[in-house]
């Protein structure tokens, strides 16, 4: 098993392009997330998604857009990058909602010029 | 207040020493916590489980007081290996989503 996997490891955008960032998971779990951590600063969780066909805002929406494309796929997308969103993404799952433990994949690190 | 608060540290603490970290919580119906472990620019990774009843896996020590509403982990004979950053998490009932305190920063030294 690849547990979570994200794509791509490592992105450098111009200010205003748009990019997504790939999550997948292939431990059948139905809860998936989104988060971004700054450097030296805790995780902030963006979106997740309890179940397959749901995505619910987390604590730092703004600018970002997810689809749950299937129960093992989870996009986060950023139409119109800023410097501000420069960070490092992490995606995670578990098996159901905040119960349960939270796999997280390596993360794409992300510089917004 | 935030949900979940740490102490950010740093802890600086020779080799073999005991440390212990606590995580406040502010939702007295929060049901499940965990301790994770994140090392530098990598993701984090469960650590371990903290049961009512407290639980111990090797040098590591969790513990929960839900009347003062914090949990511990107690790390004994620390090793160079253990610096790392560590996240408490708390979850309140029925919650699709986990609330990650801030991390608390561990270096030992030889």
């Known amino acids: 098993n690849a547990g979570v996997t994200q794509t791509p490891k490592f992105q450098v955008l111009k200010t205003g392009q748009s990019m997504t960032l790939q999550c997948a998971q292939d431990m059948n779990h139905n809860s998936m997330y989104w988060y971004r951590q700054d450097p030296g600063m805790g995780l902030r969780l963006i979106y997740y998604s309890a179940s397959e066909g749901t995505t619910d805002k987390g604590e730092v929406p703004n600018g970002y857009n997810v689809s749950r494309l299937n129960k093992r796929e989870f996009s986060l997308r950023l139409e119109s990058a800023a410097p501000s969103q420069t960070s490092v993404y992490f995606c995670?799952?578990?098996?159901?909602?905040?119960?349960?433990?939270?796999?997280f994949g390596p993360g794409t690190r992300l510089t917004v010029t | 207040r935030k949900e979940v608060e740490q102490d950010p540290g740093p802890f600086n603490v020779p080799e073999g020493a005991t440390v212990a970290f606590n995580c406040t919580y502010s939702?007295?119906?929060?049901?499940?916590f965990f301790w994770y472990r994140q090392d530098c620019r990598k993701e984090p990774k469960l650590l371990m489980s903290?049961?009512?009843s407290g639980n111990e896996d090797g040098r590591f020590t969790a513990q929960l007081n839900r009347a003062s509403q914090y949990i511990s982990l107690l790390i004994r004979d620390s090793k160079l290996s253990d610096s790392a950053t560590y996240l408490c998490v708390v979850n309140p009932p029925n919650a699709g989503k986990s609330t990650f305190g801030d991390g608390t920063t561990l270096t030992v030294k030889p």
């Open positions: 995670a799952s578990s098996e159901l909602g905040g119960t349960y433990e939270q796999y």
């Open positions: 903290v049961y009512s």
């Open positions: 939702n007295s119906a929060s049901q499940s």
